[in-house]
């Protein structure tokens, strides 16, 4: 091949390759446009989640407690529901404990002043008289039916519904149902169980254990509903005896429970599962009097609540007439005038071990309800 040849084989080979380069910063160009354009859909989709989420803010709805125990378990609650959430959330108490109602909700507005409506939900387990009366009153809003404590609604003076403060919000309020016997809460129950048998340091047969489940009782008849369908849910899955007991306001009784428990059936072991939502002077003092497993004079200070279980062999006997000493008029778990006649009835005998488990508190199933709830409201 000739030098004119070679040059102009040069000449060709360096055009193709400007060629190719041209082509392929073209194809750089217009995808990197494609890329653009799409991470700027993108980031508008997220814009408009974000500003929609902006219009609303999650309340969630606690009784309060003078002890720390329930104060905690909502401050976990609202923790893990934000950390799966994302939500703005705040926790208001009924009473006793802050920040109030009132408060979280100014709380909420401060935090974002774009919120339109504020979802709220009573974390309760069953609807009752806080649920339907209370907290709507509280919030501005009718009470879904008539106060049996006043029917005519005129309070007096010393009623804490006297005292409240008054909601500065003036946008929408949709007060939502509280838990319910959702079907998680029986796989709650199960895990409890298990880890209250495998914290025992007493091996006993199946046969030989029997299981009560303690509701706190009402004079509405929600309480019973709910209790009663937990019940029915999980007996339907157990294979252990299992029995039903309201603390107070309804029968039967805890004792009663275990008296017809122990007639029907021979049995080893009793594991209690107090089905409340957070720990407090029930689930501490009450509940333990009632059962005879309460130390130290009815001191719940010593009494170890956060243990998996609480384990006794014990042999006692409560006739019918014992009376519960941890009172209400003594106390006053509820205070501002909340006026239960607290009926606990006898005291329970049952010769064996009792297992008392923690109540169902900020396990992560409750979490999941409370998010399904209101993702249902959104």
Same mark, same amino acid.
């Given at each position: 091949?000739?030098?004119?040849?070679?040059?102009?084989?040069?000449?060709?080979?360096?055009?193709?390759?400007?060629?190719?380069?041209?082509?392929?910063?073209?194809?750089?160009?217009?995808?990197?446009?494609?890329?653009?354009?799409?991470?700027?859909?993108?980031?508008?989709?997220?814009?408009?989640?974000?500003?929609?989420?902006?219009?609303?803010?999650?309340?969630?709805?606690?009784?309060?407690?003078?002890?720390?125990?329930?104060?905690?378990?909502?401050?976990?609650?609202?923790?893990?529901?934000?950390?799966?959430?994302?939500?703005?959330?705040?926790?208001?108490?009924?009473?006793?404990?802050?920040?109030?109602?009132?408060?979280?909700?100014?709380?909420?507005?401060?935090?974002?002043?774009?919120?339109?409506?504020?979802?709220?939900?009573?974390?309760?387990?069953?609807?009752?008289?806080?649920?339907?009366?209370?907290?709507?009153?509280?919030?501005?809003?009718?009470?879904?039916?008539?106060?049996?404590?006043?029917?005519?609604?005129?309070?007096?003076?010393?009623?804490?519904?006297?005292?409240?403060?008054?909601?500065?919000?003036?946008?929408?309020?949709?007060?939502?149902?509280?838990?319910?016997?959702?079907?998680?809460?029986?796989?709650?129950?199960?895990?409890?169980?298990?880890?209250?048998?495998?914290?025992?340091?007493?091996?006993?047969?199946?046969?030989?254990?029997? $299981?009560?489940?303690?509701?706190?009782?009402?004079?509405?008849?929600?309480?019973?509903?709910?209790?009663?369908?937990?019940?029915?849910?999980?007996?339907?899955?157990?294979?252990?005896?299992?029995?039903?007991?309201?603390?107070?306001?309804?029968?039967?009784?805890?004792?009663?429970?275990?008296?017809?428990?122990?007639?029907?059936?021979?049995?080893?072991?009793?594991?209690?599962?107090?089905?409340?939502?957070?720990?407090?002077?029930?689930?501490?003092?009450?509940?333990?009097?009632?059962?005879?497993?309460?130390?130290?004079?009815?001191?719940?200070?010593?009494?170890?609540?956060?243990?998996?279980?609480?384990?006794?062999?014990?042999?006692?006997?409560?006739?019918?007439?014992?009376?519960?000493?941890?009172?209400?008029?003594?106390?006053?778990?509820?205070?501002?005038?909340?006026?239960?006649?607290?009926?606990?009835?006898?005291?329970?005998?049952?010769?064996?071990?009792?297992?008392?488990?923690?109540?169902?508190?900020?396990?992560?199933?409750?979490?999941?309800?409370?998010?399904?709830? $209101?993702?249902?409201?959104?």
């Amino acid at each position: 091949m000739d030098s004119n040849s070679n040059q102009l084989s040069k000449i060709n080979s360096t055009k193709g390759i400007n060629m190719l380069d041209s082509s392929n910063s073209k194809l750089s160009d217009s995808n990197s446009h494609i890329i653009d354009s799409y991470s700027k859909t993108i980031d508008s989709y997220s814009d408009a989640i974000d500003s929609y989420s902006e219009d609303f803010g999650i309340l969630l709805i606690s009784h309060g407690s003078s002890l720390p125990y329930a104060e905690k378990t909502f401050k976990e609650i609202h923790k893990k529901f934000i950390a799966k959430t994302g939500y703005t959330t705040e926790v208001g108490y009924m009473k006793v404990a802050e920040p109030s109602i009132s408060q979280a909700i100014t709380n909420l507005t401060n935090n974002n002043m774009n919120i339109k409506k504020i979802i709220a939900m009573p974390v309760f387990l069953a609807p009752g008289i806080h649920t339907n009366i209370d907290i709507p009153i509280i919030l501005g809003l009718e009470p879904k039916e008539i106060d049996p404590r006043c029917p005519d609604g005129n309070y007096p003076n010393n009623h804490y519904l006297k005292e409240i403060e008054k909601v500065n919000f003036n946008g929408e309020i949709n007060l939502i149902n509280c838990i319910g016997p959702d079907p998680m809460i029986i796989d709650i129950i199960h895990n409890r169980i298990k880890s209250a048998i495998d914290n025992s340091d007493n091996t006993i047969e199946e046969e030989k254990t029997a $299981i009560l489940l303690v509701s706190h009782g009402s004079r509405l008849n929600y309480n019973r509903e709910f209790i009663t369908e937990v019940y029915n849910q999980y007996k339907t899955q157990a294979s252990y005896t299992v029995g039903q007991g309201f603390m107070e306001l309804c029968e039967p009784t805890i004792a009663q429970t275990i008296d017809s428990m122990t007639k029907e059936k021979d049995f080893d072991r009793l594991i209690v599962v107090p089905v409340f939502l957070a720990p407090g002077v029930h689930t501490t003092r009450d509940i333990p009097g009632i059962l005879g497993i309460l130390k130290d004079n009815g001191n719940e200070d010593s009494h170890n609540h956060h243990s998996n279980s609480h384990s006794h062999n014990h042999n006692h006997s409560h006739n019918s007439s014992h009376s519960h000493s941890n009172n209400h008029d003594s106390h006053n778990h509820h205070s501002n005038n909340h006026d239960h006649n607290h009926t606990h009835g006898g005291g329970a005998d049952f010769d064996g071990e009792i297992l008392y488990t923690e109540p169902l508190g900020a396990d992560d199933l409750i979490i999941e309800i409370i998010k399904q709830r $209101i993702e249902n409201e959104i």
